[in-house]
């Protein structure tokens, strides 16, 4: 019993400690409650929380093209705040994502 009470403890702290954080950068004319859609996405990699980062750098017109009114949004899901608890913060992963507007489409 003890150690169930133990296991559940554990188990309580790793879901309150792991939050998600979620960031949007509007550019352009787009705002960040503009509907959108998600064209591609990237995962971001980096050692000691995020002070070493281990992808080289990226450009946007890489994943929007030649867009300017698009939307980055950048967050910590729950599998990369796991990550980065079960590491003690050596290993910090995190997503960034690219939507456009809606109506736009990439082969425009």
Do not use: W
């Not at 093209?65 to 950048?74: E, L, P």
């Not at 003690?88 to 109506?103: A, C, D, K, M, W």
């Amino acid at each position: 019993m003890k150690r169930t009470n133990i296991s559940l403890s554990c188990l309580a702290v790793i879901f309150l400690l792991s939050s998600c954080y979620t960031s949007k950068i509007s550019h352009g004319n787009l705002t960040v409650d503009s509907p959108t859609v998600k064209v591609n996405s990237v995962k971001n990699h980096s050692l000691i929380e995020g002070l070493i980062p281990l992808n080289k750098g990226y450009e946007a017109k890489n994943f929007v093209g030649d867009k300017t009114n698009y939307m980055t949004k950048s967050q910590i899901t729950f599998v990369d705040g796991l990550l980065r608890f079960i590491t003690l913060g050596i290993y910090t992963p995190s997503t960034t994502s690219f939507h456009v507007h809606e109506n736009e489409s990439l082969a425009k």
